[in-house]
């Protein structure tokens, strides 16, 4: 290894042991509770080659002195690195599903680029008239007094020239500023606090890449040239370029309740993409949780995803090629029918029955494994792109357009087809966005449906304690208990009633036929310990005190 990568490197490697400052003993309250039944099922599921026990003590890694000797993350992953994937986190020692990884507090926080009027000192996003502009430089702020601290004095004093004060609403200087305000914040935090410096620069950019490409140069014209001519700061290109480069390649964009935007966390960045990750990272309160999905063995890379793993390996592909520059290789972009899940599958029109497999040749034909008909992939093409129109095209929250949408791309793509299952989830948000007292028992029926259609999906693409599973689980259990509420009962049939069309394409084929408090109760436990740190854990808070009441 090269003198200045060494040198990256032991910066990097200082900065993961620094995490040990902000990962707190857990107390109580904040432990995730999990009995000893569901440490059980859990340790059978996804850890198999684990002891029930290990799941009891999750979290021991951040226990207080008293209960075991004091770790810190770099005990729990170490950085690695090689030619073909770079720096990345590979576990130190096994780490049991459930168990957060680390926390981070991020290095930069700011307005996603080009986005509207978001507060400058607590990011919240920001609309009509409802804000007021800095009394120095005219910049967004929700008050005088928001109580957020990200606006400093010497970033308003930058920002004075842009002219703000004199067109607080201008659309196009707040874009421009939400652009500016990332290479901004990483300058002023490098000044000010050296070591965050050391860590900034070892960080991978692309710079050179992206320096050919058109990115490269929208940062040299309206970027780098408006710091240097118009805000007066003197950085040099190259800066810039690596800068604007680290937040494109390695930021993590959050919500936080109301607030929105970009963070720079060097130790998520340094988790390397995978297809099927075995992390997941929650964003509260200022802090990241990485938390372990699946059991990951020592000496395995700890995996974030880069894309969305709903998408078809060609659109996952697209996005990372363009975002990430690189060409994800793994099992699942290897395989046509990605895992089994046939998720970028399209149904046969010739049969009926059959799925036409992408091709790895983007150019060939498309062809069924049931009948063997071929269609050009310029046909399906077309026939993807005006799926995505029309996907684009909905109304958000509308169940019935949604609803309308579903049946008809049903008949045209299939039941498996990334966009069929974006509507599927898309129909279920919808649905249970609705007051569940207005919904009929045909739509509680159709989310239970769903839901246990988009699990079996889950268990493929996103396997483990995912966030996905953890809502999936939450709606289920809503739509369950309004149900048996309803009916009065503690348990009831719940085979909904289905039209030709669906039946045909086994839109629902593992709906419970019998659905009890008691299933409910044990899939809300599960919801509950995968949604720990997730916002909408106080729905499940809720809907754990609807199912004690059935009992």
């Known amino acids: ?23 707190p003993s857990w107390s109580d309250q904040d432990k ?23 799941l009891r003590s999750s979290g021991s890694i951040f226990s ?13 992953v170490e950085i690695h690195s090689s030619p073909g994937f770079g720096r990345y986190l590979v576990a130190s020692r096994n780490i049991a599903a459930g168990e957060v990884v680390f926390r981070e507090a991020p290095l930069v926080v700011a307005p996603k680029a080009g986005s509207g009027a978001s507060c400058l000192s607590c990011l919240r996003p920001l609309q009509g008239s409802e804000w007021v502009g800095c009394d120095q430089c005219g910049a967004p702020l929700c008050g005088q007094d928001c109580g957020g601290d990200g606006h400093s004095q010497e970033e308003c004093r930058l920002l004075v020239p842009l002219g703000l004060k004199d067109q607080p609403q201008n659309t196009v200087l707040i874009r421009q500023l939400s652009i500016l305000l990332t290479p901004i914040r990483t ?19 692309h710079a050179e890449e992206r320096r050919t490409l ?7 014209e309206h970027v780098a040239k408006v710091l240097r001519t118009r805000l007066s700061l003197p950085v040099d290109s190259d800066i810039v370029q690596h800068l604007c480069g680290i937040f494109d390649t390695n930021a993590f964009e959050f919500s936080d309740g109301d607030i929105r935007g970009r963070a720079l966390l060097p130790g998520g960045a340094l988790m390397n993409h995978s297809c099927t990750p075995n992390t997941q990272h929650w964003y509260r309160n200022g802090i ?8 990951i063995p020592e000496g395995a890379p700890v995996t974030n995803t880069y894309t969305n793993t709903l998408w078809g390996t060609r659109a996952r ?15 699942r972009c290897l395989d046509p029918t990605e895992l089994g899940s046939h998720i970028s599958s399209v149904l046969c029109r010739g049969c009926s029955d059959g799925l036409l497999l992408p091709p790895s040749d983007c150019r060939a034909d498309w062809e069924c494994q049931a009948c063997g008909k071929s269609v050009s992939a310029s046909a399906i093409e077309t026939l993807l792109r005006a799926g995505g129109v029309a996907l684009g095209r909905l109304p958000i929250g509308d169940a019935a357009a949604v609803a309308a949408a579903l049946s008809h791309l049903r008949r045209v793509l299939g039941n498996t087809h990334y966009i069929i299952v974006e509507l599927k989830y898309a129909l279920v948000q919808a649905l249970m966005a609705t007051p569940l007292e207005a919904l009929t028992e045909n739509d509680l029926l159709k989310v239970l449906g769903l839901t246990s259609d988009l699990l079996r999906l889950a268990d493929l693409l996103e396997p483990g304690l995912s966030r996905f599973r953890g809502i999936l689980l939450l709606e289920r259990c809503r739509a369950g208990v309004q149900l048996l509420q309803r009916r009065g009962v503690a348990n009831c049939d719940t085979t909904p009633a289905l039209t030709a069309s669906e039946t045909r394409l086994n839109s629902f084929q593992s709906v419970h036929t019998v659905l009890t408090a008691e299933d409910l109760s044990r899939e809300l436990e599960e919801s509950a310990f995968i949604l720990h740190y997730d916002a909408r854990l106080d729905d499940v808070i809720d809907v754990k005190q609807q199912i004690k009441s059935l009992n």
């Open 1 to 23: 290894m090269e003198v200045e990568e060494q040198q990256r490197v032991a910066a990097l490697e200082r900065y993961m042991t620094s995490l040990a400052a902000i990962n």
């Open 32 to 54: 995730p509770e999990a009995s000893d039944s569901f440490s059980e099922r859990l340790q059978l599921e996804y850890c198999p080659t684990k002891r029930p026990e290990v």
């Open 64 to 76: 207080s002195p008293e209960e075991q000797d004091e770790r810190h993350p770099r005990e729990v």
């Open 187 to 205: 300058i002023l935090l490098m000044k000010k606090v050296p070591p965050a410096r050391e860590v900034i620069a070892a960080l991978q950019s």
């Open 214 to 220: 058109p990115i490269g140069r929208f940062v040299d």
């Open 288 to 295: 990241m949780t990485v938390r372990a999905v699946v059991d």
């Open 317 to 331: 592909a697209a996005h990372l090629s363009t975002s990430k520059l690189f060409t994800c290789r793994c099992e």
